[in-house]
């Protein structure tokens, strides 16, 4: 199993990103019953959760991303989106994507998010 990320990049403050990761060789029944997640990491910083879909159907959020970003996904093409809208400099981070399988727990390479006020 491979996460692709992708989508990240440079903005200004107050600006939109939509980050995609594709999950690759993971069968599709595993693919939506997993839980799928978005994580950040800053520099000289722990790696935090910004948004996940729980095996459940709910919907998480970091409180400093509520009202800003978007998690959803596409079964059909096994990938999760995170929609980055009024971007912060304090959003800055490398993003990663992750899924939760009863399988095993799988990253993504990370992709680079630096907001510019």
């Known amino acids: 199993v491979q996460l692709q990320a992708s989508g990240g990049g440079s903005v200004q403050a107050g600006g939109s990103l939509k980050l995609s990761c594709k999950a690759s060789g993971m069968i599709w029944s595993v693919f939506t019953a997993s839980r799928l997640g978005w994580y950040r990491q800053a520099p000289g910083k722990q790696r935090d959760l910004v948004a996940e879909?729980?095996?459940?159907?709910?919907?998480n959020y970091q409180n400093s991303v509520k009202g800003r970003f978007t998690i959803s996904k596409d079964n059909s093409r096994k990938t999760v989106y995170l929609q980055m809208n009024s971007l912060e400099p304090e959003d800055t981070a490398v993003y990663y994507c992750n899924v939760e399988s009863g399988y095993g727990d799988y990253w993504g390479q990370g992709t680079q998010v630096t907001v510019s006020s």
């Open positions: 879909l729980t095996t459940s159907g709910s919907i």
